[in-house]
């Protein structure tokens, strides 16, 4: 697992797992190894390359596949992922969590979970297996962060409806999307193309973002709601 640079509040990971793929496709070095870099970071690739106008897009090991595959899917979840817990975040920040440096290093796992779903291990060497190894230590972590927050909130005797003010029902938004893509991720561990701590960490992920929800609610003093049958 790679270290983090964290800077309050304004920590944003520009490594991803794009960039993993361009250098397969440009033989062109970005980085040594896995490394989180600020936007003081110059070497920026070209957004766009070209090579996927056929509908087709290359995995880290260099296999074209189609862009329907579910690989891509599952990237492409956990890349909405990302960015439903970046909104959340925002919402976060602006009622002064101090929890949001969780969010900054949560954002830059996934970027890991990316880069080990890209490596499919059927064609995958020894350096790309080495590059993009996932370790079940942000496991633990988010289980320990779980488990501190739990201790503050109330005993949970009923369904809790998406609610309690926006950073809470952003943070119920970015669990659901976290469902998603556990679920297409389960197929490509059970396959055994990519790291089961990969599906381990999503679901974990969707633990902690809904125990994180009901935190936000109640220290924003907002309500939850609760589910009722209707009459």
């Known amino acids: 697992m790679a270290s983090f640079i964290i800077k309050p ?64 899917e599952a990237l492409g979840n956990t890349d909405e992922l990302s960015s439903a817990i970046g909104l959340a975040r925002e919402f976060c920040l602006d009622k002064g969590h101090t929890f949001a440096h969780q969010l900054d290093k949560i954002q830059c796992i996934l970027q890991d979970v990316g880069s080990n779903i890209a490596t499919p291990l059927s064609s995958a060497r020894e350096s790309h297996i080495k590059k993009t190894k996932f370790t079940a230590q942000p496991i633990a972590d988010l289980e320990s ?48 193309e990519a790291d089961p701590d990969v599906a381990k960490f999503l679901n974990r992920l969707s633990d902690y973002l809904f125990t994180l929800a009901r935190y936000a609610a109640l220290k924003e003093n907002n309500e939850e709601k609760i589910y009722k049958r209707p009459e």
Do not use: M, Q
């Open 9 to 72: 509040t304004h920590v944003r990971c520009v490594v991803r797992t794009a960039r993993l793929i361009s250098e397969h496709r440009t033989g062109i070095t970005l980085f040594s190894k896995r490394s989180y870099a600020t936007e003081e970071d110059s070497r920026i690739p070209k957004i766009y390359t070209k090579t996927g106008d056929k509908g087709f897009s290359s995995t880290f090991t260099g296999e074209r596949r189609p862009k329907e595959d579910h690989i891509f």
């Open 145 to 192: 962060w779980i488990d501190t927050f739990t201790e503050e909130l109330p005993p949970l005797t009923n369904f809790i409806l998406p609610s309690g003010g926006k950073s809470s029902a952003a943070l119920h938004v970015a669990r659901a999307v976290c469902r998603r893509a556990e679920r297409s991720v389960a197929p490509i561990v059970r396959s055994g």
